[in-house]
């Protein structure tokens, strides 16, 4: 498999992801649970840490427009939110941690309280359409309930992100003087 279809072959898996996840969240979890786990904001910064800064802006970026054609009332927040969000993540992920699992451990967790809070502020709270006893009643459990199932998101998107092609087997470097004794 060459890089390019590596490459198609790792965005179409995400893509395929994020739809899973999307439908998931809208039609079983209502059923289950009273609150629903926000997978589509914590999905971006997971792919951003495993995949890095450019394609966490850009996966974030898609992934904020699908939440803000679901989720009335949010106008372009979650675009904003998440492509800044996944942007942030991936850059720092690699220089603050050490591995994948304790940089998502650690920036997950932040990047969900950080978006339902502000998610709280700017499209309830200031608008006048809840007071701050719904942020203790539904943004505090949904934060809970998608820290919690977090790993079922990380696990598929680790398996996606180690998808890549085989590393072609280059012959030895030959060092000039050598090539040049060869020559005569």
Same mark, same amino acid.
């Given at each position: 498999m060459s890089a390019r279809a590596a490459a198609y072959a !790792? +965005?179409?898996l995400y893509g395929a992801l994020t739809? $899973?996840?999307?439908?998931?969240?809208?039609?079983? $979890?209502p059923a289950l649970l009273p609150v629903r786990p926000m997978w589509l904001p914590l999905l971006p910064l997971i792919v951003a840490v495993l995949e890095g800064e450019w394609s966490g802006l850009w996966f974030g970026l898609a992934a904020g427009v699908l939440c803000d054609t679901v $989720?009335? %009332?949010? %106008? !372009?927040?979650y675009s904003v939110a998440l492509m800044l969000l996944s942007a942030a993540a991936g850059r720092h992920a690699g220089s603050l941690f050490s591995g994948k699992v304790a940089a998502c451990a650690a920036i997950c967790p932040a990047g969900v309280l950080l978006t339902g809070l502000l998610h709280f502020? $700017?499209?309830?709270?200031? #608008? %006048?359409?809840?007071? &701050?006893?719904?942020? +203790?009643? &539904?943004?505090? #459990?949904?934060a809970a309930v998608t820290l919690l199932s977090a790993p079922l998101l990380f696990l598929p998107a680790w398996l996606i992100s180690r998808i890549r092609p085989a590393a072609k087997k280059r012959a030895p470097r030959v060092p000039y003087r050598i090539k040049r004794y060869l020559r005569r």
């Open positions: !790792v +965005w179409a739809l $899973f996840v999307f439908l998931l969240q809208l039609s079983l $979890f $989720f009335f %009332g949010t %106008g !372009v927040f502020l $700017f499209c309830q709270a200031l #608008p %006048g359409r809840a007071g &701050i006893a719904a942020l +203790w009643l &539904i943004a505090a #459990p949904e």
